[in-house]
């Protein structure tokens, strides 16, 4: 029984990694394909992108990317294609624009802000250490004296 159990979990992993063959014309349409199906983003699993997803619109946006490029069109028509219809979400690397700025800029800012914290919180930690470790002033060793012979009666 645990052998077929194993051979059935097998034969599903296997299934799942399963690649799909094109055929091209040209071998460099082939790569052509290749390398822009593994620069835009699936719109499902978006940690993915179009060759790695198993999402059925990625198998629907692979379809059109292999249309396009089998038509003869450029990866950066093909992209563009892809770009007019699902915005700058469907790259990896979005170009700069007004609308991605603070996707290129933001990571930046949160680190300069991460290290002023951090500046502002070791000079607290300074200046209370400083100002812990100075000895009393007169008149406040004079009211500590006071306070304790209060306390004391």
Not at 6 to 28: G, K, M, N, Y
Not at 34 to 40: H, P
Request: proline fraction near 3%; glycine fraction near 4%; charge should be neutral.
């Amino acid at each position: 029984m645990r052998i077929w159990l194993t051979l059935v979990a097998l034969c599903a992993a296997l299934s799942a990694h399963a690649t799909e063959i094109r055929q091209f014309d040209d071998p460099a349409k082939q790569q052509r394909y290749e390398n822009l199906i593994k620069e835009l983003r699936c719109l499902v699993c978006q940690n993915q992108s179009l060759a790695d997803s198993d999402a059925d619109l990625a198998k629907d946006l692979r379809d059109e990317v292999y249309g396009i490029i089998q038509g003869g069109k450029s990866e950066s028509e093909a992209a563009q294609f892809l770009v007019d219809r699902y915005g700058d979400f469907v790259l990896y690397r979005p170009p700069l624009k007004a609308n991605t700025t603070l996707l290129w800029v933001g990571p930046f800012i949160l680190l300069a802000v991460g290290i002023v914290f951090l500046i502002r919180q070791a000079r607290r930690r300074s200046q209370l250490r400083a100002h812990e470790a100075a000895p009393l002033s007169d008149e406040e060793s004079r009211r500590l004296q006071e306070l304790k012979n209060k306390i004391e009666g």
